[in-house]
């Protein structure tokens, strides 16, 4: 993922908490034609492979992620910024701190699925590295919508033309 510039908006990503579901549960609603409901949240996180962070501003929670710790993945659920503080790099910054916790040895790519109507979406994770790379039919319970299966490798940070040759 490209590296993000200071741009002084003082962001503080840290872990959810109970008291910020007020604020992740508006963003969501404000974000989605299908949002997540308390319950969906509280499902989730209540798995003990499942994680929620968010993004604060001033004391303000502005954008959320839920993903999934895998065996030799990292499965983002949920993500979302406020329509307010959207292409201000919050959403980037959010990703980069989620692919700092890839390694090598262990957890190595990040998969998500995004709605074949969110195009605005699909171009976000792409600009980020993320490619897609199946497409699931019918994907949705709420709609008869595909969404893509979109995943980001950490193999890709590194130069892959000089392994190949190493390889080969």
Known sequence: MTAISQNGLGIHVRWMIRRDMHEVIAIEREAF????SEEDFT???RQRN?????????????????YELHRSRLHMLNFAVMRSHRRLGIGTQMMEKLA?????????R???????TNLPA????????????????DFYQDS????Y??????????????QRRMAG
Do not use: H, N
């Not at 700092?100 to 190595?108: A, I, V």
């Open 43 to 45: 499902r989730c996180l």
């Open 122 to 137: 699909q171009l976000f994770f792409r600009s980020l590295g993320f490619r897609a790379t199946t497409v699931l039919k």
């Open 33 to 36: 034609e299908f949002p997540w």
């Open 110 to 116: 990040i998969a998500l699925e995004v709605r074949e």
């Open 50 to 66: 499942c994680i929620g962070m968010v993004a604060e501003l001033a004391d303000s929670v502005v954008a959320f992620m839920i």
């Open 144 to 147: 008869t919508e595909d969404a």
């Open 149 to 162: 299966l979109m995943q980001y490798a950490l193999e890709a940070m590194s130069d892959a033309p000089a």
């Open 100 to 108: 700092g916790k890839l390694t090598p040895d262990r957890r190595g």
